[in-house]
């Protein structure tokens, strides 16, 4: 089995993140379908009270050590980054 890693970029929650957990929340108390707009903003997942996460483009190196991040790439807004491992 081995190890797979994902590096996300969160980006925290400002008025328009409540804004959409709003409507994301109402949508889910009156069993309605949610809106595209609202799915697309919290990337398909539910909100996170952390706030949006991203998945942010990196390179491994061969022998699976070192993890290389081009913060160039890295969206503006992203207020954390987050290094997850899982097996």
């Not at 929650?13 to 949610?34: S, T």
């Not at 809106?35 to 190196?61: R, Y």
Request: charged share 30%; proline share 6%.
């Amino acid at each position: 089995m081995g190890m797979s890693t994902h590096v996300i970029g969160v980006k925290a929650p400002d008025e328009k993140f409540r804004m959409m957990e709003k409507v994301y929340q109402l949508c889910l108390e009156l069993d309605i379908d949610m809106p595209a707009e609202v799915s697309d903003f919290f990337e398909g997942d539910e909100p996170n009270e952390m706030g949006v996460e991203v998945e942010i483009p990196f390179e491994e190196s061969e022998d699976g050590c070192i993890y290389t991040v081009n913060v160039k790439k890295i969206p503006k807004d992203v207020t954390h980054i987050q290094f997850k491992n899982s097996w």
